[in-house]
């Protein structure tokens, strides 16, 4: 009978020794996270679903590499959204949904509106403010977290933060952020 890990450290040591078990644990603990992560900063769901699939795959074949088996989220976090930036970079000539392009069609829900104006603003934003939205935000992670996810300091991840709020504010509201300044 299968017992799942207990800990991070014992779902890394099973990993280690190649346990199929093991491996359906890492999906079922942290697909769905990856997978969110990921479609935060692609905006595609099946991009989002390849980025997971390929960080999940990485992560069984490189477990080995992980030298601290208590900080695997985080380095799964990592992958993750070092696979979705190469995704992103692969797509640049896609062309983003503006509110614009729906008006004139009556949709009759201002709701439906203001989720396209969001999704448009977070897709207006670079990648990397993205990801480091999509970490804080999403996956719930700490500024330091963050920091340590996309290898860089937390006074960067703390500016991208602030930037990619205002940006997001500025995107959605722009009367309000001219009448602020």
């Known amino acids: 009978m299968f ?20 491996f359906e644990m890492l999906v079922q603990r942290y697909g769905a996270e990856i997978q969110a992560v990921a ?5 595609d769901p099946h991009a989002a679903e390849d980025a997971a699939a390929e960080t999940l795959v990485l992560a069984w074949r490189k477990i080995t590499v992980l030298r601290d088996p208590r900080r695997l989220r985080p ?23 503006t509110p614009e392009m729906l008006q004139g069609r009556s949709t009759g829900v201002d709701d439906a ?11 207006r934003l670079p990648p990397r403010i993205r990801a480091a939205l999509a970490l804080h935000y999403v996956a719930d992670m700490t500024v330091d977290a963050v ?11 703390k500016t991208q933060l602030r930037d990619g709020l205002q940006r997001m504010r500025e995107a959605l509201d722009p009367e309000a952020s001219q009448g602020g300044r």
């Open 39 to 43: 479609f935060v900063i692609l905006r």
């Open 3 to 22: 017992e799942p890990p207990a800990t991070e450290a014992d779902l890394v040591a099973r990993l280690r020794a190649r346990d199929d078990a093991a």
């Open 75 to 97: 380095w799964l976090l990592r992958i993750a959204t070092r696979a979705a930036l190469r995704v992103r970079r692969r797509e640049r000539d896609a062309i983003p949904l």
């Open 147 to 157: 920091a340590e996810v996309m290898g860089t300091t937390r006074n960067t991840v």
């Open 113 to 123: 509106l203001d989720h396209i104006a969001l999704i448009d603003a977070l897709d």
